[in-house]
């Protein structure tokens, strides 16, 4: 056990990881909130010694606890201050209005790497510690992608946090959550032929874009536009570009209104994913997808491009962003952590949708809680394949193991 561990960290460092640059701590400097918070509370900016920009307001009348937020994406661009923190405030000014302190980081880069963003949260909560001291209270909330961060955050360091909230979490992991996107990433080629065109460069659509293109968000726009009409009414689309349409969305379940940020998804985050941290492995696949809800599944599940993941891409990927489950803490995915925490009492679905109006009468967005709803499976979404129903994810045995060994992971 101990040598494949060591062979599997020698492995990592030499093929994913270069020196991350040091940074001097720069404690927090005062800067203006967003007007959203400006009213109740005073907000500083500044960068940890891993060059992460980070964000935070502390309430004038400051109940005592801290919520840790992670941010969802991963935004590609390297950040160059503290704006996509700034607006992270804005977004989630609910917190601070109602008395918590708050703190968020940009992270150090942009692209994909949880682990990094999970160092990186961390790093934003001490930098708040030092600078106000620790509070009663510590909650992580992550949305979205920053869902699978936060939760991580909570695995990782198991006694820091008192609380999670994950709003639209990503907690499938990078090595099932992207199934969906693997498969509108072929289906979209199959029907549509232009990304790439016959003329252009060829690779392997798991690459989601090769690594020297120069193609925009707005070309990839065009492309859609192009094949599906997406941009134009129904009445002006080509019998054509209505029938591509109508069918990459039946086999995808993708709907309409995101089916251009999806696919950007699976261009350009996918190129950071292969290209840029797991040095042009493949972790996707496809094998054993069964496409259907088209107006000819047989011919799509001739036609469409079939690949299968670099066990140890798939690994690495794994490794970094899935989750054990193994969290003791109070994790809620919607309200009533505060509660939970303070109280041991642990809420119900019906308890959660009672206490909505009482909330609504402050903020007035309405109450949309169904407290009947249940979750379908996975794999009643998403297509089920071949490799990976068997492992899932990162077996506790393996996580422990591997957390002693430095240098394993996302590239930072």
Known sequence: MSRLVALAGLALAGTLLSPAPSYADSPPTPTACPASVAEVADCWTGQDANGAFYAIAVPHDWNGDLVVHSHGGPDLDDPTDASRSLDDLDRWAVMPREGYAWVGSAYRRGGFGTRMAVA??????????AAFGEPERTFAHGQSWGGDVAAKLVEVHPTTYDGVLLTNGVLAGASRGYDYRVDLRVVYQYYCGNHPRPSEPQYPLWQGLRADSTMTSTGLRARLQECTGIE???ADRTPLQQRNLDDILAVTKVPERTLSSHLSFATFTFRDI???RLGGRNPFSNLGVRYSGSHDDRALNRGVERFVAHPRARRDLMWDSDLTGAVSIPTLDLHALDTWVTTGEKPTPASVAASCPDYDATYATGCFIDPA?????YDSRVNARLLGRHWPTMPAWLERAWSHVPGIGIAP
């Open 120 to 129: 990186d949260t961390e790093g934003a909560r001490l930098a708040f510690e």
């Open 373 to 377: 709803f249940t979750p379908a499976s």
């Open 274 to 276: 292969v290209h840029d």
């Open 232 to 234: 134009s009414a129904p």
